[in-house]
C-alpha cells in the first residue's frame, strides 16, 4: 500500500507553506541518504586515484594510487545480486587477487581507459588477478595487466560456469619461455563461456592466451593478439585441456592457434 513515504499533500490551505515544502524536501533527501548508504545497490561506481571522468565526484569508492583491494572487496560486498560494479578510467592497482564471488556485472570504461594492475608486491601465492568463483558474472570494458617480474599469474581464472568476457585487454607481461601464465585461465569446473572481442598483448608466442581445462562450451570468437615490442601480429594461442571443449566450443571471426595437449587443431 503506498502511504506516500511520509510526505504530506499540500492542501488549499498550505500550498504555500514553506514548511510543509521543506519538511518533504527533508524526507525526500533522507530517502536518497539511505538508499545511498543501503547494504545493496543498482550499481556501485568505484574511482581510481587518477581518474578523469566527472563521475569520480559521485563514485562510491575512491581507490589510493597504492592498493585497490579493500576497496573492490566492499564495493562487491555493497552491490546487489545481478547489479553492475562500474570502475571509471584510470590505474588500479591490486596487492591480492579480485575475488568475484557474486553474480554482478564488472564494466569499464573501454581497455584502454580502465587499467587493473597487479601490483609488485601482489604474493605468487595468489596466483591470478581476477577470480571469478560465481556463476553468471559478465567481465566487460577493461583492461588487466601484469608486470615483467618473472612470476606466474593469471589475468583472470574462471572457477565456476556461465562466463562472459567481453571487450578486454590483457597484457602477459613475462617474457620467459613456457611460463604457465595466461590471460583467461578456465578451471576444470567446466560449463558455458563466452571470450568476445578481447585483446592480448605478451612478449613471444610460446604462452597460452587462454587456457581452457576439462570440458567447456560456448564461442570464443573476434579477438587479437600481438606481440608487445613490435606490436606485430600473433595468433591467439588456445590450449585445451580435452577433445570434448574442442567439439563443444565455436571458434571464429580471429586469427588462431587451437591446440588440445601439445596438438596443433587449427592455426
Known amino acids: 500500500m503506498n502511504n506516500n513515504y511520509g510526505l504530506v499533500y499540500p492542501s488549499q490551505d498550505n500550498y504555500y507553506n514553506i514548511d510543509v515544502f521543506n519538511n518533504n524536501f527533508s524526507k525526500l533527501a533522507d530517502g536518497i541518504d539511505m538508499i545511498r548508504s543501503g547494504s545493496s545497490k543498482s550499481q ?13 565526484g559521485y563514485a ?5 594510487a597504492n592498493d585497490c583491494s579493500e576497496a573492490f572487496k566492499n564495493a562487491l560486498a555493497q552491490t546487489e545480486q545481478g547489479g553492475e560494479l562500474l570502475l571509471l578510467d584510470g590505474n588500479f592497482y591490486l596487492k591480492y587477487s579480485f575475488d568475484i564471488n557474486k553474480a554482478v ?36 570494458d577493461i583492461g588487466i595487466h ?7 599469474m593469471h589475468c583472470i581464472c574462471l572457477f565456476r560456469p556461465n562466463q562472459v568476457i567481453d571487450g578486454c585487454c590483457f597484457t602477459q607481461g613475462d617474457s620467459r619461455p613456457g611460463n604457465n601464465m595466461s590471460g583467461i585461465y578456465l ?36 579477438n587479437a593478439c600481438s606481440e608487445i615490442d613490435s606490436d606485430s601480429p600473433l595468433p591467439v594461442k588456445i590450449t585445451l585441456f580435452s577433445d570434448k571443449s574442442y567439439e563443444n566450443i565455436g571458434f571464429g571471426a580471429q586469427n588462431g592457434a587451437i591446440y588440445v595437449g601439445s596438438t596443433l587443431k587449427e592455426g
Open 44 to 56: 556501485t561506481i568505484v574511482a581510481a586515484y587518477d581518474s578523469k571522468n566527472p563521475l569520480k
Open 60 to 64: 562510491d569508492f575512491v581507490c589510493t
Open 105 to 140: 556485472t564488472v564494466r569499464g570504461m573501454g581497455g584502454r581507459f580502465t587499467r587493473i594492475h597487479k601490483h609488485e608486491s601482489m604474493p605468487v601465492t595468489e596466483n591470478n588477478i581476477f577470480k571469478v568463483t560465481a556463476e553468471n558474472v559478465n567481465i566487460k
Open 146 to 152: 601484469n608486470i615483467v617480474d618473472g612470476t606466474d
Open 187 to 222: 578451471s576444470n569446473k567446466g560449463g558455458y563461456v563466452r571470450i568476445s572481442n578481447c585483446t592480448f598483448e605478451k612478449y613471444n608466442n610460446t604462452t597460452d592466451n587462454i587456457y581452457i581445462d576439462d570440458k567447456w562450451y560456448g564461442t570464443i570468437y573476434g
